[in-house]
């Protein structure tokens, strides 16, 4: 484990912006990031821990300590009649356990298909897609305590799930490093195909018996077609959560569009799209040099190259007031500012 200077983190986000770390550490087990969290030298300044950089918007240079979580494994825990559990190292990247799991039949995050990020960010975020969180196969996780180096578990209750939400986001922001990760995963599949367009992509393809690889291969189908590659052009997926307003607000907002897609939350509370306010509001596939916003999906602003993370950020502020002042609704960035 070597400290270094002065690194680039461009190869390390998803938004491919240029930014510089004072310090920059990979580590590879427990023992490593514990070591590195308790050393003296490193202690006095601001640290950001990193997993896949895919929920993550550089706007400077970070002068602190960067540690990059790279700890790996996949393994079978226990096993009954029913289920599966697996411990997954918070290094793992995440669509490489949805494969690892659709190759052994072990069902449960099928729908979370090409989610990029790693194992360790996606409880932080409850990450989820078609009609699946995480929260549904999480069972537990291992952290480490930043201040004090020690180790402890967190239970599902104790991580506080929400949409796009839990603990690790609020009450303890900062505190907690991911190391593990326990899923309880299903023997016998519960499809869910009703969100989104996996029923119609099923059709296209002339699938009538479903299985997990069917459906994970329509996710990743569809997402290909919508989302742009980070590869290709930088992104961090979705930039805002799906705003959830009340039912009566949403019935005015009715009224005056009555095209406006909603999803019940419960009986008081309506979730609408975001993508779908934002290409309302005239923004989709607007190109602003070398920034923008996706012409495939609102949801998804883009760097094009040599764009800088304050323009982007910048970007998603004017969205976000425009958004404000035509319907009423505050969106709010899944992204993470540094």
């Known amino acids: 484990m070597t400290v270094q200077t002065n690194v680039s983190l461009k190869p390390y986000n998803t938004f491919g912006i240029e930014a510089t770390a ?44 960067v540690i990059k979580i790279a700890i790996k494994g996949i393994e079978k825990i226990k096993e009954d009649a029913q289920h599966i559990w697996l411990n997954v190292g918070a290094g793992e990247v995440w669509h490489d356990l949805v494969m690892y799991c659709v190759d052994h039949d072990y069902a ?22 078609y009609g699946i969180e ?5 069972e537990s996780l291992e952290a480490i305590e930043i201040k004090t180096g020690k180790s402890r578990i967190f239970t599902k209750d104790e991580c506080a799930f929400g949409y796009r939400e839990s603990i690790f986001k609020h009450a303890v922001k900062g505190e907690y490093v991911i190391v593990n990760v326990r899923f309880k995963l299903n023997k016998t599949p519960v499809y869910h195909v009703e969100y989104g367009a996996i029923k119609d992509t099923l059709a296209e393809r002339g699938i009538e018996n479903l299985s997990i690889k069917a459906i994970s291969d329509a996710v990743i189908s569809i997402r290909q077609s919508k989302l742009p590659n980070p590869a290709e052009i930088g992104n961090a997926g979705s930039f805002f959560k799906n705003p959830e307003i009340p039912k009566a607000q949403f019935d005015v907002l009715k009224e005056k569009y009555p095209t406006i897609p909603s999803y019940p939350v419960n009986e008081t509370t309506v979730k609408v799209p975001a993508g779908w306010l934002i290409e309302q509001a005239g923004w989709k596939g607007q190109r602003f040099g070398n920034i923008g916003v996706h012409a495939k999906q609102a949801l998804v602003l883009v760097n094009f190259g040599d764009g800088k993370g304050n323009d982007i950020k910048e970007l998603s502020q004017k969205i976000q007031d425009s958004i404000k002042e035509k319907f009423g609704i505050q969106l709010h960035a899944e992204v993470n500012f540094v």
């Open 22 to 65: 004072r310090y920059f550490v990979e580590v590879s087990n427990i023992e490593q990031l514990q070591s590195i969290l308790q050393n003296p030298e490193y202690q006095s300044i601001e640290r950001l821990i990193l997993g896949g950089g895919s929920n993550l918007l550089l706007t400077k240079d970070f002068e602190g300590l």
């Open 134 to 138: 995480i929260k549904e196969v999480f």
């Open 108 to 129: 449960g995050i099928e729908n979370l298909s090409l989610i990029p990020g790693t194992v360790g960010a996606a409880p932080m975020q409850n990450i989820g897609a």
